[in-house]
């Protein structure tokens, strides 16, 4: 682990804005976005309408979970730099289209979740995202819609007279959302979606004055039915602005692990593994989401692209990055917390700021370290620190004392980051939350010994 961050470290910001305020016409969103590597296709005109002044733009978020994770962090920051250009953003939270499948991107059709699941699930999402966005009283207040309130009372018969005579079979049928997936099987739920996708748009556009739909880049074909069905119901001009799909440098999938997705809610991603996510980035790949997934100025990023490319073994990107991203989803202390741990198995920390760890974070940071299970009376009863690492742990750790003593006294051998000096000590470590010994036997072999 490298030593302490020595580039001065810029704050987190939230944007909060006098209702008075006017919109911040200087601060072109379409640049911005741009700049940031976030803009994947534009409907033309969009960048013009948003110059014009003031607007209200938004993004969908289907419930089918009860946390956001990392993925949908490229349509959340969206989201935060659309406020912070001086816009409105209104965040839709799809109960109904939750309850139908968007078919884009999918290979097979999924399994629908019942009301009860999306009703809480919607919760938890709302909870997430009003971390990020600022829902004050004011002219760019973001906004939180759920679409099941204006389609729970609109009958089939209706919507098909009333949106459906709007949109031929020949448009829809165009789609590559439809035509990937026409060799597998598309039911008729998933083929509708991206009307009911598109009656959103033209409903935010009635009663919320929304002018534009952002999303991925695979949700392109359900934005512009929204712009067309505006057009031709309405005779209204709507706009769409898309995200590219964020790879990894060496090809592999953003966002996944070897334990699936890396989500928001610190019960499903603990707050340490998600420092590490951010911290294990590449070079190639820090550089580009320091731009995506904080809201650092161009002149901050700049300058501190150029201090990395001076000192990259300091790895200065990947520990802004990790920061920035740890305090906006989990806090300050959160971020403390999980460097801290981190510290612990790759630097040189000592015994006090093991003991600070607080025991989730402690069972986080030794997750896939060996355990070894054993009565306190055992520990009690091992004569010396040698009998307790060999013979006591059942030689899990040093299977004979020979092996112990000798690493001992090359200094080797560290308990509760305590180097052992004498091989023939008593052991007499005050156990970690009144339960685990750890034992450090070299450079990287850890242990966790928990008496129970």
């Known amino acids: 682990m490298p030593p302490d961050n020595p580039f001065p470290v810029y704050p987190v910001t939230r944007l909060y804005l006098h209702p008075d305020l006017p919109a911040v016409k200087s601060q072109n969103f379409v640049q911005d976005l741009t700049w940031r590597g976030m803009v994947h296709n534009l409907m033309p005109g969009t960048e013009e309408h948003l110059q014009k002044g003031r607007s209200a733009g938004y993004i969908g978020f289907d419930p089918t979970s009860d946390s956001l994770h990392i993925g949908n962090l490229v349509q959340i920051m969206t989201l935060v730099n659309f406020q912070r250009c001086g816009h409105k953003p209104i965040v839709l939270v799809g109960g109904a289209t939750g309850m139908v499948g968007d078919p884009s991107g999918k290979a097979a059709e999924r399994n629908l979740l019942s009301e009860d699941t999306l009703r809480h699930n919607e919760a938890c999402v709302r909870k997430q995202l009003e971390g990020f966005l600022d829902f004050?009283?004011?002219?760019?207040?973001?906004e939180m819609v759920n679409n099941y309130d204006w389609f729970k009372d609109f009958r089939f018969l209706d919507f098909i007279r009333e949106v459906g005579k709007h949109i031929s079979v020949n448009y829809m049928m165009a789609k590559d959302s439809v035509q990937n997936r026409l060799d597998s099987g598309l039911s008729f739920t998933e083929f509708s979606y991206q009307l009911v996708q598109g009656y959103d748009f033209y409903w935010l556009y009635k009663n919320k004055g929304c002018r534009l739909q952002m999303g991925g880049s695979d949700q392109w074909g359900n934005i512009v039915t929204g712009t067309e069905l505006i057009r031709r119901k309405d005779g209204g001009e709507a706009f769409a602005l898309t995200t590219p799909l964020i790879k990894k440098a060496d090809g592999s999938k953003f966002g996944k692990t070897e334990q699936g997705n890396v989500w928001l809610d610190p019960a499903k991603t603990s707050p340490y593994?998600?420092?590490?996510?951010?911290?294990?980035?590449?070079?190639?790949?820090?550089?580009?989401?320091?731009?995506?997934f904080t809201d650092l100025t161009r002149e901050a990023i700049d300058e501190l692209v150029?201090?990395?490319?001076?000192?990259?073994?300091?790895?200065?990107?990947?520990?802004?990055l990790a920061k920035q991203i740890m305090i906006r989803v989990h806090s300050v202390s959160d971020y403390n917390s999980a460097r801290n741990a981190s510290q612990i198995l790759f630097g040189q920390s000592v015994t006090e700021d093991?003991?600070?760890?607080?025991?989730?974070?402690?069972?986080?940071?030794?997750?896939?370290?060996p355990t070894i299970r054993i009565t306190r009376d055992a520990i009690t009863a091992a004569a010396t620190v040698t009998d307790l690492l060999s013979e006591t742990t059942q030689g899990k750790i040093f299977p004979f004392k020979a092996e112990a003593r000798r690493m001992i006294q090359g200094g080797g051998v560290s308990i509760n980051k305590i180097r052992v000096e004498d091989a023939t000590q008593k052991p007499s470590y005050s156990l970690l939350h009144n339960r685990y010994l750890l034992v450090q036997k070299g450079k990287k072999n850890y242990y966790l010994i928990v008496a129970g």
């Not at 150029?306 to 990947?318: E, S, V």
């Not at 093991?354 to 370290?369: C, H, K, M, Q, S």
């Open 306 to 320: 150029h201090a990395h490319q001076k000192a990259p073994h300091q790895r200065l990107l990947q520990h802004e």
């Open 136 to 142: 004050s009283p004011g002219p760019v207040q973001a």
């Open 273 to 292: 593994h998600f420092y590490q996510y951010w911290l294990s980035t590449s070079d190639e790949d820090a550089a580009s989401y320091i731009r995506i």
């Open 354 to 369: 093991l003991a600070r760890l607080d025991e989730a974070t402690l069972l986080a940071v030794l997750e896939g370290v």
